[in-house]
């Protein structure tokens, strides 16, 4: 992409990943030249590194409303996820073997869950509604005595659907089951406040201007997890590998950033979708696939007739135009979206999803320049 071209593209993707805060990439240089030592290492070079990981450890803990000792650094949201369910349903395999997933969660959760499904455990999906969202009931319904975890996520990162998890919480602690949160899409965008009662609590950096690669996962004092990686004792032995301290340092910063503005960036993010979904209305044959009082700030879901979504990219990619039709990791195939059909959703209806998604990057001008492209590309699509 030529830098003229990269000046005038409009970036309205930020539920697949967002830009590097500037200040997150200012913090992370220094730990990519000359602090370059293994953490684990005894001489000063390591000890300076190994301060900086623990300095990390205690600010981020603190916005995660959890203890330091409850963090463990992953790769990423995946790994997290990963290390979550495998590591707890396997170290509780004598207790149980039913486990309840939101049929809407990402494929991070849906897929670990059928791996463990294929070494024997039960796993059940639970409903939702129209709008995308998880009744507290279908889930006490649903509740045996050998249900080992429920996940469900914070909000979902296709629709944008907020989640009743404080009443989840506490469900799940009165009945001694953990709760498995997904807050990857949450983190650095809303308080955190409702998953005090999570066992579990997973997060991924580059949703919130972090680097991309880095992610945590807080598992509450008491929740015994295996590994799901074989190695070295890092991570007080739950998770082996040499620590990924530059990105961990631009992680902690970007949550931080993205904390401070929180209260901000809600009210004016809240603002630009309502614009946007004000203009989007106006297109004839326009479906809203969330309530924006039950969605996140910043995701708007929408549907057209008669039209295909991944037609729609491509022709809004021409314009220079970043958007998504389902989830990043379908993105380029031709799937229709689980989350669209999981509401009830018509299988031709739910082709036709377009996700635009803001950031703390986005401004009115990226709206007023999105829209007469997009009506002309609907027009187009349906002649
Ligand atoms: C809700 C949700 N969970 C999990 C993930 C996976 O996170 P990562 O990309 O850090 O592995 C994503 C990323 O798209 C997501 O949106």
Redesign the pocket.
Known sequence: MTEMQAQESVYLDH??TTPLRPQALEAMLPYLKEHYGNPSAVYALGRTVRAQLDACRDRMAAILRCQPGELYFTS???EA?NLALHGYARAHRDQGRHLLVSAIE?H?VLHAAKALADEGFEVEEIPVDRYGRVHVDEVAGRLRKDTLLVAV?HAN?EIGTIQPIAELGKLCQDHRVALHV?A??TAGHLSLMDLDHAAFISI?A??FGGPKGV?ALVARRGRRLLPILYGGGQERELRAGTENVPCIVGMTVALESAHAELAGEESRLRRLAQDLRNRLSRIPGTVFNSRPELCLPHIVNVCFEEISGESLLYLLDRAGIAAASG???SAGSTLVSHVLLAMGLPRTLAAGALRLSLGYSSTEEDIARLMPVLQACVERLRR
Do not use: E, F, L, P
């Open positions: 539920a697949a990423g949201g995946t996820i990402h991070a996520m990162n997904d990857v899409q991924s580059h949703k992610g989830s990043a990791c």
